[in-house]
């Protein structure tokens, strides 16, 4: 209000200098500069989308997953060095033990008279232990190849297909090669293997003897506490390992549930507040929408909020319509009292007539204004609280359209409509009036008498596309995206040679829309303002472009009833 009323004031000083000093000027159109004033800021262009992208959710997720697989990766390197460290500790005391086991058993073996294989089962028995086995290979001098091996004493003792079953195993992963060739030297080895009863077991070292009987392979193996170790097998095969990595994936898991569920939550939110927004849902509760305890409390205030600005809408609607009444009551007095006035002031006054003029123009202005501070009212009240109906928009255009024809059939002004039938947008009658009023008026003012004005409607990629195409001068290049501005208004950059019509010629619906010529011919800049505001206020927009072969399109899109 307090704009329009600068506005007012700007009409009422320039109609009291046409009273003063130009007698034959009755009205001006307003004309607003397009360059608004920007206002400072202290952040720099690049800082914005740097703070934007800190503050983002996605980033926040993207770091977060980063650190998820980073960390796992770093500390598995770094364990696995400790664990190989501590293997190597591991196998040295083992390989010790083996050692000490052959050096016990090694005068035994090296006697030929009577055969150590009587005794060898006891002396091997006697080294062994429940953590620690032992188990002896024998090949004798005159056999060659690793099928010359075979077990002659274990403990503790084993039957001999299970013995013949093992040797298979030891033969076929190639364990005994080395000592075919040469029957010397300790062969250290960490062999994981399961033997034919179904048991792990770890081989930790075999110890060759050689003897003039043959080769003597003592073999230590352990199936106690080191086969809970990572000897013998990858260190991501130890249970430390995998219980570590259920832990980490199940709180991974856990971490990225929780920020997906508030996500979700916080999209819920996005489209109930949309579908309010836009007015496809009269009602809706964020709190029945929230699935998230914490966001309870939030939920609850957007519903409150959501409540408020509804009713602030209605108390909009109820004081535009009071006030549009308050004030034309004293209008329609003024204009009135003109009456008596216009036949006491003789004709050939002209001072006295002029003052007449100027009053009349400044009740039409202010007729005007009052219209339109009632269409800006209602506007803001359809951005709070938008309608919520099933027009169909083919109907209603093609309606319009009828009323308009009839109107400006004496400029010779047609309308080459072709409309999709069965175009249905969710918004509101009044709303899509006064969209379709504003842009067909502008385009009937600057259309030259016998010109044809396009206007098409159809229905692509699930939005329905209104567009209205004149032949009018066009707007100046720069000035395209500044024609939806409040209070801006070009009719004075554009050619004249349309010249509107007066008030009492077109009794058309757009006689009383914010931003048509109107009364007195006054231009405020509103209507496309008004236009654009109207469509955003149900999930569409409007754009324009000049025509090449000359004139102006506007295109209006809003979203279809599926």
Avoid at 154 to 179: K, S
Avoid at 240 to 256: D, H, K, N, S, W
Avoid at 422 to 445: K, M, P, S, Y
Avoid at 533 to 543: E, I, M, P, T, Y
Wanted: aromatic fraction near 4%; proline fraction near 6%; hydrophobic fraction near 40%.
């Amino acid at each position: 209000m307090a704009a329009l009323a600068e506005a007012n004031g700007r009409n009422d000083s320039a109609a009291a200098e046409g009273f003063e000093d130009e007698p034959e000027t009755v009205a001006r159109d307003v004309e607003v500069p397009s360059a608004q004033p920007a206002r400072s800021n202290s952040r720099s262009p690049v800082e914005k989308p740097r703070r934007r992208l800190i503050s983002s959710l996605v980033s926040k997720l993207v770091v977060l997953l980063l650190v998820f697989t980073l960390v796992p990766v770093i500390l598995y390197d770094v364990f696995q060095q400790a664990d190989a460290e501590k293997q190597r500790l591991l196998l040295e005391s083992v390989r010790e033990q083996g050692r000490l086991v052959a050096e016990t058993l090694n005068p035994l073996l090296q006697r030929t008279e009577p055969s150590p294989l009587r005794e060898l089962p006891d002396a091997v028995g006697r080294l062994g232990t429940d953590d620690t086995r032992v188990k002896v290979l024998f090949k004798p001098l005159q056999e060659s190849g690793v099928e010359g091996f075979y077990f002659v004493a274990t403990d503790p003792p084993v039957p001999p297909a299970v013995l013949q079953a093992e040797r298979a195993q030891l033969i076929e992963r190639g364990v005994l090669d080395n000592l075919v060739e040469s029957c010397e030297g300790e062969m250290p080895v960490a062999l994981r293997h399961r033997n034919p009863e179904g048991q792990i077991e770890l081989l930790t070292s075999i110890t060759p003897i050689t003897t003039p009987l043959g080769c003597w392979a003592v073999v230590t193996v352990n199936s106690g506490a080191f086969l809970g170790t990572s000897i013998g097998q990858p260190y991501w095969q130890t249970w430390e390992v995998r219980t570590a990595v259920i832990i980490y994936v199940g709180m991974a898991v856990l971490t990225l549930g929780v920020f997906l569920l508030i996500w979700r939550n916080l999209m819920r939110f996005q489209r109930l507040a949309r579908e309010i927004r836009t007015g496809h849902r009269d009602t809706g509760s964020f709190a029945s929408a929230n699935r998230v305890d914490e966001l309870g409390p939030v939920a609850e205030e957007f519903d409150r909020l959501t409540r408020s600005l509804q009713a602030s809408a209605d108390d909009i609607r109820r004081a535009a319509e009071d006030n549009a009444h308050a004030f034309k009551t004293p209008i329609a007095i003024m204009r009135q009292s003109l009456e008596p006035l216009q036949r006491l002031v003789p004709g050939d006054s002209t001072r006295g007539r002029r003052a007449l003029l100027v009053l009349e123009t400044s009740i039409d202005r202010l007729d005007h204004l009052v219209n339109s501070a009632r269409r800006l009212e209602e506007t803001t009240a359809e951005l709070l609280d938008p309608p919520n109906q099933e027009i169909d928009l083919s109907n209603l255009t093609q309606r319009m359209l009828g009323a308009y024809a009839e109107a400006y059939e004496r400029r010779g002004l047609k309308f080459a409509a072709r409309l999709q039938p069965g175009v249905v947008v969710r918004a509101g009658e009044d709303l899509l009036e006064t969209v379709i009023e504003n842009v067909v008026d502008n385009a009937v003012e600057v259309s030259p008498e016998g010109e044809l004005i396009d206007v098409i409607l159809e229905r692509r990629d699930g939005m329905a596309k209104l567009i209205v195409r004149d032949r009018g001068p066009g707007v100046p290049a720069g000035q395209l995206e500044h024609i939806f501005e409040r209070y801006v208004s070009l009719r004075g950059e554009m050619n004249g040679a349309a010249q509107p019509l007066a008030a009492a010629e077109t009794p058309t619906p757009a006689a009383s829309s914010a931003g048509s010529s109107g009364e007195g011919g006054a231009h405020l800049g509103i209507g496309l303002w008004i236009v654009r505001r109207n469509l955003q206020a149900v999930g569409g927009d409007v754009s324009a472009r000049n025509l090449r072969e000359g004139g102006l399109e506007i295109m209006m899109r809003l979203p279809v009833v599926h």
